[in-house]
T-cell receptor, first 110, second 112 residues
């Protein structure tokens, strides 16, 4: 089946630093979604990408749908303490079901 | 009010018991999903439903069953709970027009 590799697994950064994380797939996806999960809560949608090469921003967050359709990137600029959480990528391929990455745990230190 | 609600939020039960987790949504979405989350494994799809008369197995459906009672309600049952079903369970919804899914707050289930 389709697999998603998300990296890094975890990040420990200082407030104000920029963050980059990515997801790669062994096969093509038609949609890429990025979610954030706070402790004790469900994932919340951050950015949705529907077209190869698409670059979309949501405040300090920017995500890109890779040209090959096998990868996606999420960048967070000027991190703040409330950015702490687990970030998940998810891709929708030929099976019509979302496949989730294993998450990137972000810690931000003041 | 939350668009996607789950009850209960926490449940502790014993091996062999029957458990039902409920999900309700006010978003008017046709599609509903049940996922399970385990540490280090991300979210895995248990069952999904594209409308009231449609039920489909996901990646890990063994040991679970579902019921789509109405467009707004989708229940997940564990007929005979076992300890390795201890996990966080999430319900999600999406409109048919896009594939963007919206998640409920989750149910933490512990099977002793």
């Amino acid at each position: 089946g389709q697999q998603l590799n998300q990296s890094p697994q975890s990040m420990f950064i200082q407030e104000g630093e920029d963050v980059s994380m990515n997801c790669t797939s062994s096969s093509i996806f038609n949609t890429w979604l990025w979610y954030k999960q706070d402790p004790g809560e469900g994932p919340v949608l951050l950015i949705a990408l529907y077209k190869a090469g698409e670059l979309t921003s949501n405040g300090r967050l920017t995500a890109q749908f890779g040209i090959t359709r096998k990868d996606s990137f999420l960048n967070i600029s000027a991190s703040i303490p409330s950015d702490v959480g687990i970030y998940f990528c998810a891709g929708l391929g030929i099976t019509d079901k979302l496949i989730f990455g294993t998450g990137t745990r972000l810690q931000v230190f003041p | 009010d939350a668009d996607v609600t789950q009850t209960p939020r926490n449940r502790i039960t014993k091996t062999g018991k029957r458990i039902m987790l409920e999900c309700s949504q006010t978003k008017g979405h046709d599609r509903m999903y049940w996922y399970r989350q385990d540490p280090g494994l991300g979210l895995r799809l248990i069952y999904y439903s594209f409308d009231v008369k449609d039920i489909n197995k996901g990646e890990i459906s063994d040991g679970y069953s579902v019921s789509r009672q109405a467009q707004a309600k989708f229940s997940l049952s564990l007929e005979s709970a076992i300890p390795n079903q201890t996990a966080l369970y999430f319900c999600a919804t999406s409109p048919a027009s896009t594939d963007t899914q919206y998640f409920g707050p989750g149910t933490r289930l512990t099977v002793l």
